[in-house]
């Protein structure tokens, strides 16, 4: 290690060395400290180094924005936070039925946690009651974030299995609180059909459909409730969406350890398939049995598989064949890159709020279920509610989640990558009590400095490529 | 071989020739065509073989280094890059002007009433020709409630002679004093008592517009100055002192900073990286009239954007924070001129004397640096 003091996530490629700089939130140049001595090149390498030793102690004179509201977590510092930041989306929960029956699905038996499927709906006063005091929220704390605008998101279960309470709390939004809401709905797509679509393209929805790939993958992991295939009835309420050249409507794709992941890229291709905009690994949450079934030898093919995937995308990158089209290689592959070089909150604090994790302030997003109960958002499980819509958010209750959250952090202080972290609640929850880091994270500094090693080496040949797409 | 320079350098081109930001150390270079070139072909990650007498110059003071093999460099920024204007996240509000009177008893040359005669006009005493009712005491305080909610960072409480109707100046002093960061009180320094002083102690920091030097202000508080060198070597003992550079002519504009490659501050780590989005004065700041009247800058009197008479300044920022940006991400890159100059990121600019003299918003005249 060059350096005195801070923290430092270590990773090379063939040709060069990096450091993480956990403290400012850059990636930062090193020389690599053996290098194969041809005839001359000692006294390259003895300068080299020299002056880089001298340039890491400019490094750390480098300037850090001065923390100014360092609260505690309490009561009020949490309020100040939600009412400055918070109300970003209400989430309605129209129903906890659905129509299709996946074995991945986080309601169904896989889960312990979770809840199951039900046939429970949310009545359309439920959801006029979540959708005032959410506006009522906007209304009031508009001096705190002048620029905050609504966004009002329908999740399920199947969420059009509820139609009429969607339609009736749309109208209602537009004839109460103006025309500036931002819809958005996620969907298994079998009951969206011409006239649904044509509704939903006419209210402005962003559309988010789970399609995982072509005929044979997605019926492997998509069924109706009867056993029956869904692709077909999928595809057809799609193409009714693009055929109209709508184009806010996306794909969340999800695989496991049977997905060929080459054959899902060609089919993602075509011209008339939305873009991926959510691709991940079927949930392997704490509590989830789903994964029991795969033996060791399937993973090892699948990460054989993925690394393959994943030279094929880059190379094409760097042969210049490819260009952002929102393919599934580029939001497993290109995304987490372009992530992990643009995300940090470079040379600022963490707030002393939520100094470790990619966690939320709960309230921030306000996800309310069929029966009233307000949760953190709509992947956390049901054991962490933060309030009620009768009597508001539970700050109090929110507190005491973060506190209690916050007593896992055991590993973060010392982690390496702490500011490049993306999890949350979600990946350390079991039923109603959090796991503690250190067992969650075991090799999470690994697996990045070898995700990065094999990143670097991309950009070493391609920049243009990464600083010139957009994923925001 | 290759050569990189390090994170925190930044190699800027202009439309002939660039210039190399050292943000750290706060050191500026400017380079020659030759030099620009052989850098420009570094920063693209190009095999150079040549010309290593400058490079390794540039290794000796700390900017960059040499490596075998072609390297990924990431540059520093402030931030995450992930989040845009159009987040949603509430507004950064830096700096807010309250004008909180338009009345004066003096007539001096270089006030606004005569047009935009000065380069720091913003941070000085001015009357306009505008005879709108002024704001309630009320109304300032709902406004002042607001700025305190949206955590404005630095007030500026001006006038007019704000000295007129003192009790009315302090009520407004006493509600920003310990709930924003910096509050700046600004008197013309014929109208200075020592009372004023005491009032003010601890509440706000004072700064003194004076354009005669010779009646001698306490040294303790920032004085803006008209442009007199000879003013200025007798004012040494003044703790800050800003010179306010005058235009005393229509006709030619000799007094007023022509700025040149040489008058060019060292970059500041923080405000290079903001003036590559925002204008260096512009940027997250809003003027509020003696009438209600929100502009981007006290002296840019035609760009109404709207009135806290008629609506809340939280109403105001969201119907019109497009137009608001306008002024906001008015970098220099857009500037006639500027955008061809290798030096944009680190030079000031008051856009409201140069739209006055050139009739344009993008218009540039004081400036003999010639970037082509």
New interface residues.
């Given amino acids: 290690m060059w350096f005195k003091e801070g923290i430092f996530l270590e990773f090379n490629t ?3 060395l ?1 450091y993480w700089d956990n403290d ?1 939130g ?4 090193s ?2 400290k053996k ?1 194969i001595y041809k005839k001359g090149t000692n006294r ?1 390498y003895e ?2 180094r020299f ?2 030793v ?2 890491l102690e ?2 750390d ?3 850090k ?1 001065p923390h100014k509201n360092s609260p505690d977590v309490t009561v009020d510092s949490i309020k100040e936070f939600i009412f ?2 918070g109300f ?1 989306q209400l989430t309605l929960e129209l129903t906890q039925d659905c129509n299709f029956r996946c074995p991945y699905c986080i309601f169904s038996d896989n889960y312990e946690s979770t809840r199951n499927h039900s046939k429970s709906y949310m009545s359309f006063s439920t959801a006029k009651k979540a959708i005032d005091y959410y506006y009522s929220l906007i209304k009031k704390y ?8 609504p966004v009002v998101g329908f999740f399920g279960g199947e969420p059009l299995l509820n139609f009429a309470v969607l339609k009736k709390c749309v109208e209602y939004i537009k004839s109460h609180y103006g025309n500036e809401t931002l819809f958005a709905i996620t969907t298994n797509g079998s009951l969206m059909n011409k006239e649904v679509g044509e509704w939903l393209i006419k209210n402005d929805f962003k559309i988010l459909i789970s399609l995982n790939g072509h005929e044979k993958e997605h019926n492997r992991l998509r069924r109706y409730g009867d056993g029956k295939k869904t692709f077909k009835d999928v595809m057809e309420n799609i193409n009714h969406i693009t055929s109209a050249d709508y184009e806010d409507i996306g794909i969340v794709f999800v695989y496991d350890y049977d997905t060929d992941l080459f054959a899902c890229e060609e089919f993602f291709k075509q011209k008339n398939i939305p873009r991926v905009e959510v691709a991940s690994l079927v949930s392997n949450a704490p509590d989830s049995h789903y994964f029991d079934k795969f033996k060791e030898k399937k993973f090892l093919n699948f990460i054989e598989q993925f690394e393959k995937a994943k030279n094929y995308y880059m190379d094409s990158i760097i042969k210049g064949n490819v260009k952002s089209e929102g393919t599934l290689f580029e939001r497993l592959f290109a995304v987490p890159l372009y ?1 992990d ?8 604090h963490s707030s002393s709020l939520m100094p470790f994790t990619n966690a939320c302030i709960p309230g921030q997003k306000m996800f309310v279920d069929v029966n009233g109960q307000i949760h953190i958002c709509e992947r956390v499980n049901q054991h962490f509610p933060i309030g009620a819509i009768d009597d508001g958010l539970d700050f109090e209750r929110i507190c005491a989640l973060i506190q209690d959250y916050q007593l896992n952090f055991d590993k973060c202080k010392e982690c390496q990558i702490s500011k490049l972290c993306d999890k949350c609640y979600v990946q350390f929850m079991v039923e109603k009590k959090f796991v503690k880091a250190s067992k969650i994270c075991e090799e999470a500094e690994e697996l990045l400095k070898k995700r990065l090693s094999i990143d ?1 080496k991309f ?3 391609d ?1 243009a490529f990464f600083e010139t797409l957009n994923f ?1 | 071989m290759y050569f990189r320079l390090y994170p925190e350098c930044y190699y800027i081109e202009g439309v002939k020739r660039g210039a190399l930001f050292d943000l750290i150390e706060s050191k500026s270079y400017g380079l020659n065509k030759k030099e620009s070139e052989i850098l420009r072909k570094c920063e693209n990650n190009e095999k150079i073989d040549e010309n290593m007498e400058f490079l390794e110059e540039l290794q000796k003071l700390g900017l960059g280094n040499f490596y075998n093999k072609k390297p990924y460099i990431q540059k520093l920024r402030v931030g995450s890059s992930l989040i845009g204007t159009n987040s949603g996240l509430p507004p950064k509000l830096n700096r807010v002007f309250l004008e909180i009177n338009n009345n004066c008893n003096l007539s001096c040359d270089f006030c606004g009433i005569n047009g935009v005669k000065r380069t720091k006009g913003c941070i000085g005493c001015n009357v306009w020709n505008e005879d709108s009712e002024p704001l309630k005491i009320d109304r300032w305080k709902k406004v002042i409630k607001e700025l305190i909610v949206l955590r404005c960072n630095d007030v500026f409480i001006k006038g007019g002679d704000i000295t007129l109707n003192w009790d009315e100046t302090m009520k407004i002093v006493n509600m920003v004093s310990g709930n924003i960061s910096n509050v700046y009180v600004i008197i013309h320094q014929k109208f200075l008592k020592e009372n004023l002083i005491n009032d003010l102690n601890n509440k706000a920091k004072l700064i003194v517009q004076i354009d005669n030097i010779r009646e001698r202000i306490d040294g303790s508080i920032s004085a803006l100055i008209l442009r007199d060198d000879q003013w200025i070597k007798e004012f040494n003992d003044v703790k800050d002192l800003i010179v306010d550079y005058v235009n005393v002519t229509e006709s030619t504009f000799v007094f007023l900073p022509s700025v040149g490659r040489t008058d060019v501050s060292p970059p500041n780590l923080f405000n290079f990286l903001n003036n590559m989005t925002f204008h260096p004065c512009l940027g997250h700041s809003l003027t509020i009239c003696f009438d209600g009247k929100v502009l981007p800058c006290p002296m840019m009197r035609n760009h109404k954007i709207g009135s806290v008479k008629e609506a809340d300044l939280a109403d105001i920022i969201s119907d019109k924070m497009e137009r608001i940006k306008k002024f906001w991400g008015l970098n220099l890159d857009k500037i006639e001129k500027c955008g061809k100059c290798e030096f944009k990121y680190i030079c000031d600019d008051c856009r409201a004397l140069e739209e006055y003299l050139t009739g344009k918003l993008k218009g540039k005249l004081l400036c003999h640096y010639n970037p082509s």
Avoid: A
């Avoid at chain 1, 508009?142 to 605008?149: A, E, Q, S, T, V």
């Avoid at chain 1, 070089?341 to 600022?348: E, M, Q, V």
């Fill in positions: 063939k040709d060069n990096y400012v850059i990636f930062i140049p020389i690599q290098t390259f300068k080299q002056y880089h001298n340039w400019k490094w004179k480098i300037p924005v400055r930041f970003t508009k001096g705190y974030n002048p620029l905050r605008k992530n070089l643009n995300k940090c909150n470079t040379l600022y670097f950009l070493e040949k920049i925001q």
